[in-house]
T-cell receptor
């Protein structure tokens, strides 16, 4: 069964302390790997899509990378406003219509 | 402003009393879907729709119904809600299919007592 697994479940960082969030997937024939940010009580907000191994995308302090088996969301010099749950997701290659989400990584950045 | 609008935001109901959660998008997206989010289980897809009059089951469709009579609307219907349907529900839309950027609504927190 295709799966998307995120680790760690939670991460606490000091402001300015860079780190990485991991998303591993077993989806065969990957047709994109998505990263979303979710603030408490709100809907997920799109961050990045990666389509091929070696691809990288950046947005402010965030950089997403993709290999054949996993994706990383690197957070450089995080600020308290980066605190949120970060979700990765991959579409079902067969139906091309179902999106499978990981359980998310809750990031807390202390000032 | 491009958005997905869900109503209501909060709902407390009793077991067995039919309810509908509405979802509307203003981006002319073809693809719409419903998710539920539960602690420890993450986001799970309930139903999706590729276009008007085209709907299909996601991972957890039991106890739910949907319809897609217009492109912009995709209501979620609980014919006989039960306490295990207490959850946070999200509607999402995307341009073509599940492998394009999805826009999510603000969520509906449902409690069934």
């Amino acid at each position: 069964e295709d799966q998307v697994t995120q680790s760690p479940e939670a991460l606490r960082l000091q402001e300015g302390e860079s780190s990485s969030l991991n998303c591993s997937y077993t989806v065969s024939g990957l047709r994109g790997l998505f990263w979303y940010r979710q603030d408490p009580g709100k809907g997920p907000e799109f961050l990045f899509t990666l389509y091929s191994a070696g691809e990288e995308k950046e947005k402010e302090r965030l950089k997403a990378t993709l290999t054949k088996k996993e994706s990383f969301l690197h957070i450089t010099a995080p600020k308290p406003e980066d605190s949120a749950t970060y979700l990765c997701a991959a579409p079902d290659p067969g139906a091309n219509s179902k999106l499978t989400f990981g359980k998310g990584i809750t990031l807390s950045v202390r000032p | 402003e491009a958005q997905v609008t869900q109503n209501p935001r909060y709902l407390i109901t009793v077991t067995g009393k039919k309810l509908t959660v509405t979802c509307s998008q203003n981006m002319n997206h073809e693809y719409m879907s419903w998710y539920r989010q539960d602690p420890g289980l993450g986001l799970r897809q309930i139903y999706y729709s590729m276009n008007v009059e085209v709907t299909d089951k996601g991972d957890v469709p039991e106890g739910y119904k949907v319809s897609r009579k217009e492109k912009r609307n995709f209501p979620l219907i609980l014919e006989s809600p039960s306490p295990n349907q207490t959850s946070l529900y999200f509607c999402a839309s995307s341009f073509l299919s599940g492998n394009t950027e999805a826009f999510f609504g603000q969520g509906t927190r449902l409690t069934v007592v």
